[in-house]
């Protein structure tokens, strides 16, 4: 059985506010009674992207569990890549990383546009994700980006969300393997489908999106308490429960 938890969009902007609602999930993460696979951070670690706000991420996701992250569009790939990642080159070529747990691979790809809100999977994490899946293919693997590639029925996120899915798409119809697709992005729990996989949306830990159809008239909700996914892979089936974190 592989556990792991899934949180996103913590915001982190130098200030004790944010840091203290991700560093609430932490705590309970840290806290849990056995240990979890791994930890999964689905991008807007930072609010605008500074060396300081990498430095807060870097003391708030400390953890015994292992963490894995992938940027958002709010987060600057090249100190993003110094502070978060050691990689003092820098550089400003899409973050993608491969993570192997005990039976399970992390495909962690970019889904960032420098300068933009939007999404897309460049050529080259695409070349990449195909690679790298190939290389693991007889091991259950989970994609994960920041960008859901889908239309949630938000008319705000769905004008921000990862476009040109369907060259995703045609990546993952090569790759069996794939369990799910894990995101973040919308600051609320969700679940779909995208490819023919399931799409779980990590709910967000700096806000929560106020859908069309409730009351109130912002689009976020700064009140809501945080909240976290546990994702359960038996082999077979995935199963995923959402805690809100008091």
Same mark, same amino acid.
């Given at each position: 059985?592989?556990?792991?938890?899934?949180?996103?969009?913590?915001h982190?902007?130098g200030?004790?506010e944010?840091?203290?609602?991700?560093? $609430?999930?932490?705590?309970?993460?840290?806290?849990?009674?056995?240990?979890?696979?791994?930890?999964?951070?689905t991008g807007?670690?930072?609010?605008?992207g500074s060396?300081?706000?990498y430095?807060?991420?870097?003391?708030?996701l400390?953890?015994?569990?292992?963490?894995?992250?992938?940027?958002g569009?709010?987060d600057? $790939?090249?100190a993003y890549?110094? #502070?978060l990642l050691?990689?003092?080159?820098?550089?400003?070529?899409?973050?993608?990383?491969?993570?192997?747990?005990? @039976?399970?691979?992390?495909?962690?790809c970019?889904?960032?546009?420098?300068?933009?809100?939007d999404?897309?999977?460049?050529?080259?994490?695409?070349?990449?994700?195909?690679?790298?899946?190939?290389?693991?293919?007889?091991?259950?693997?989970?994609?994960?980006?920041?960008?859901?590639?889908v =239309?949630?029925?938000?008319?705000?996120?769905d004008? #921000? =969300?990862?476009?040109?899915?369907?060259?995703?798409?045609?990546?993952?119809?090569?790759?069996?393997?794939?369990?799910?697709?894990?995101? @973040?992005?919308?600051?609320?729990?969700?679940?779909?489908?995208?490819?023919?996989?399931p799409?779980?949306?990590a709910?967000g830990?700096?806000?929560?999106?106020?859908?069309?159809w409730?009351?109130?008239?912002?689009?976020?909700?700064?009140?809501?308490?945080?909240?976290?996914?546990?994702?359960?892979?038996? @082999?077979?089936?995935?199963?995923t429960?959402?805690?809100?974190?008091?």
């Amino acid at each position: 059985m592989i556990v792991f938890a899934q949180l996103s969009d913590i915001h982190l902007d130098g200030g004790p506010e944010r840091a203290a609602r991700a560093a $609430r999930v932490m705590a309970y993460l840290n806290d849990l009674a056995q240990p979890l696979d791994a930890v999964l951070v689905t991008g807007d670690i930072a609010d605008h992207g500074s060396p300081g706000e990498y430095e807060q991420a870097r003391e708030v996701l400390a953890s015994p569990h292992p963490v894995f992250h992938c940027p958002g569009n709010h987060d600057a $790939r090249t100190a993003y890549r110094r #502070i978060l990642l050691g990689d003092e080159a820098g550089g400003d070529a899409p973050v993608n990383q491969i993570h192997r747990t005990e @039976g399970a691979v992390f495909a962690l790809c970019d889904s960032t546009i420098p300068g933009r809100d939007d999404g897309r999977l460049a050529d080259e994490t695409l070349a990449w994700l195909d690679a790298a899946l190939a290389e693991d293919a007889g091991t259950p693997a989970f994609v994960c980006f920041h960008h859901p590639p889908v =239309r949630l029925g938000s008319p705000y996120v769905d004008g #921000i =969300r990862q476009f040109g899915e369907r060259r995703l798409a045609a990546v993952l119809a090569r790759h069996p393997q794939v369990v799910a697709v894990l995101c @973040g992005h919308a600051h609320t729990p969700a679940s779909t489908v995208s490819a023919g996989r399931p799409l779980l949306v990590a709910p967000g830990v700096v806000s929560t999106l106020v859908l069309p159809w409730e009351h109130g008239d912002s689009v976020v909700d700064h009140q809501a308490p945080p909240a976290v996914a546990f994702h359960l892979f038996d @082999g077979q089936r995935l199963t995923t429960h959402y805690r809100v974190v008091p």
